[in-house]
């Protein structure tokens, strides 16, 4: 299956987001509290930096944890908060290595049905209830990890036609649609706590 993401922005960061599943599951785990591109083309540094093409979770998980938080602390820094993203990348490859033997695939190789799927995901390191739904549904709508009820499993995230998360983006435009849509959600959580919105012209990029 030929697999294109539009994540992070740039084409070597994408193009290892697509052939590496620990890459993925890497970038999905430091979405949070920075811009999507950000957060994506995390993965291509970490492994710039260690020299590698890819990520190998026995690496990480074997590295010296304050060594590995420097790493990320270059500038320019992999995440807002370096050094408590790379303790989490390690307990996730940590997980990685003595659930699944280092291989992020077998999170979701022959897992029988989306229901199956999402809790295999919820158990990951760093993966709640929201985080695990998004990346399912970005397993299916651009991974070709399709199991049985992926889409009922992964919620609002699943539907088709949605622009509610990183699963959602094809290119620039679908990308602009996201970022809308999940402005309108702050709006509106803001709004319900009696709290100002921003306008458009301070609104800042989405973060989780």
Do not use: N
Not at 2 to 29: F, V
């Amino acid at each position: 299956m030929d697999i294109t993401l539009h994540l992070a922005q740039q084409p070597e960061a994408d193009e290892l987001l697509a052939r590496s599943p620990l890459a993925a599951l890497t970038g999905m785990l430091l979405d949070q509290q920075v811009p999507m591109e950000w957060a994506f083309s995390g993965p291509y540094t970490i492994a710039r930096r260690l020299g590698r093409d890819d990520l190998d979770a026995y690496e990480i998980a074997a590295h010296d944890p304050e060594a590995f938080a420097a790493l990320l602390s270059e500038k320019p820094a992999v995440h807002r908060y370096p050094g408590s993203m790379a303790k989490r990348i390690q307990q996730l490859c940590q997980y990685l290595v003595e659930h699944y033997g280092g291989d992020a695939s077998a999170v979701w190789s022959g897992v029988g049905s989306g229901a199956e799927l999402l809790e295999r995901l919820k158990e990951l390191p760093g993966f709640g209830e929201q985080k695990a739904r998004i990346f399912l549904a970005l397993l299916g709508k651009r991974l070709g990890v399709t199991p049985e009820g992926w889409r009922e499993a992964a919620g609002a995230y699943g539907e088709e036609g949605s622009y509610r998360s990183v699963a959602d983006i094809t290119g620039p435009e679908s990308l602009a649609k996201v970022r809308a849509h999940k402005q309108e959600m702050k709006r509106a959580a803001k709004a319900a706590a009696g709290k100002p919105a921003k306008t458009a012209k301070t609104a800042q990029a989405p973060k989780k």
